[in-house]
């Protein structure tokens, strides 16, 4: 009964490889997100999606892509991976302001 | 822009008594609400407590309460009888009514001493 669910919690791959995480939410809110959270702890919005539309798309590198098949799932997919890439990523969903996000468990990238 | 700000990157308390953390913020709304999650070592973000800013009451969740000060824009945490499960990073986060980004502070790595 999981309400955010992120997949992969591990991933470890090659500078330069192309990898995905994938996010999914049964919580019926419309609008989704994508954190990265550095070394140091910090949590920074990379991306925002309400009922399918990109609403927030922060200074990222374009190799970082989101997608939202449906208002129920949102993917990020990076490309061409570097170092400086290793995070950790939060998935997050939101209804209204009034009741902050519930987020995923978290996906932690190591970029090798 | 809304900007958060927590000044106190660790703090400790011993078991069983209490401990307040620190957060201040800006934002150019009259409408936004405030929070507060804790990240347990299972990288787990929790949502402890919420605080609407047109409320002057503070909320309080059981053993955790928050004294928001609008005009000084201070937003702190009090935890109360502290317990060895309440160590973790904590956060404080604002956000606009009118926007749903969520801005958060650095963190305070909170350490309980048994």
């Known amino acids: 009964d999981t309400a955010v669910s992120q997949t992969p919690k591990y991933l470890v791959t090659q500078m330069g490889n192309d990898k995905s995480i994938k996010c999914e939410q049964n919580?019926?809110?419309?609008?989704m997100y994508w954190y990265k959270q550095d070394s140091k702890k910090f949590l920074k919005i990379m991306f925002s999606y309400n009922n399918k539309e990109l609403i927030i798309n922060e200074t990222v590198p374009n190799r970082f892509s989101p997608k939202s098949p449906d208002k129920a799932h949102l993917n990020l997919h990076i490309n061409s991976l570097e170092l400086g890439d290793s995070a950790v990523y939060f998935c997050?969903?939101?209804?209204?302001?009034?009741?902050?996000?519930?987020f995923g468990s978290g996906t932690r990238l190591t970029v090798v | 822009a809304q900007t958060v700000t927590q000044s106190q990157p660790e703090m400790s308390v011993q078991e069983a008594e209490t401990v307040t953390l620190s957060c201040t913020y800006d934002?150019?709304?009259?409408?936004?609400?405030l929070f507060w999650y804790k990240q347990p070592p299972s990288r787990q973000m929790i949502l402890v407590i919420r605080?609407?800013?047109?409320?002057?009451q503070n909320a309080t969740e059981n053993r955790f309460s928050v004294n928001f000060q609008k005009a000084a824009k201070s937003f702190s945490l009090k935890i109360s009888d502290s317990q060895l499960g309440d160590a973790a990073m904590y956060f404080c986060a604002s956000q606009e009514t009118s926007g749903s980004r969520l801005t958060f502070g650095e963190g305070t790595q909170l350490t309980v001493n048994p």
């Open positions: 919580l019926g809110h419309d609008t």
């Open positions: 605080q609407e800013a047109y409320k002057q």
């Open positions: 934002t150019s709304e009259s409408d936004y609400y």
């Open positions: 997050a969903s939101s209804h209204r302001a009034a009741y902050g996000y519930t």
